[in-house]
């Protein structure tokens, strides 16, 4: 069974930082892309990173792009999302979703990690 | 920077029908994915490449894609289908690799 589960979320001030961690079972990890998908309280979806199986392709949402970092360790399963100079319209539920091995959409998500950003 | 438009709401009798629409210019040249999100839930994906069922998505549920619009289609909707509706494209060009439609309430009167 495919299984992805989120952790690190929490509360942080603006401008702080925070490491998410995605950690996978149930499928080759290492054969697929990979990618953070967000929703602020109330709202809509919205994709935020993708990285390649080998790490060689990565992408950011612009409202991302420099502050988030995201890697993965195939050797242990795990994604990441390195998350700096956080804003308050940072807040939202982070999932982790897994891409379809014909690529361009999340065959599997986690249950998300929430990620408040307040003073 | 590619724009997909839902409608905010659908309603309809336990049953009945249901469509809900996505919009987007020359959505029909690109492949159209549909997730469904019930309250509290992670999303699910209920269509992929316009049309496909994963394996554990009942028949009642197709899509089809033409034109500027793609369309999510439950036939014989039951009350458990009651849930938010959301398309995706692929979309290199974008500022959003992944475009999400704004999402679709649905509510099983």
């Known amino acids: 069974e495919v299984q992805l589960v989120e952790s690190g979320g929490g509360l942080v001030k603006p401008g702080g930082s925070l490491r998410l961690s995605c950690a996978a079972s149930g499928f080759s990890f290492s054969s697929h892309n990979m990618n953070w998908v967000r929703q602020a309280p109330g709202k809509g979806l919205e994709w935020v990173s993708s990285i390649s199986t080998s790490s060689r392709y990565i992408n950011y949402a612009g409202s991302v792009k420099g502050r988030f970092t995201i890697s993965r360790d195939n050797a242990k399963n795990s994604l990441f999302l390195q998350m700096n100079s956080l804003r308050a319209d940072d807040t939202a539920v982070y999932y982790c979703?897994?891409?379809?091995?014909?690529?361009?959409?999340?065959?599997?998500w986690g249950q998300g990690t929430l990620v408040t950003v307040s003073s | 920077s590619y724009v997909l438009t839902q409608p905010p709401s659908v309603s309809v009798a336990p049953g009945k029908t249901a469509r809900i629409s996505c919009g987007g210019t020359n959505i029909g040249t690109k492949t159209v994915h549909w997730y469904q999100q019930k309250p509290g839930r992670a999303p699910a994906l209920v269509i992929h490449?316009?049309?496909d069922r994963p394996s554990a998505i009942p028949e009642r549920f197709s899509g089809s894609n033409s034109g500027n619009t793609a369309t999510l289609t439950i036939s014989r909707v039951e009350a458990g289908d009651e849930a938010d509706y959301y398309c995706?494209?692929?979309?290199?060009?974008?500022?959003?690799?992944?475009?999400f439609g704004g999402g679709t309430k649905l509510t099983v009167l």
């Open positions: 995706q494209v692929w979309d290199r060009s974008s500022d959003h690799q992944w475009v």
């Open positions: 490449f316009d049309s």
């Open positions: 979703a897994r891409e379809g091995t014909s690529g361009s959409y999340a065959d599997y």
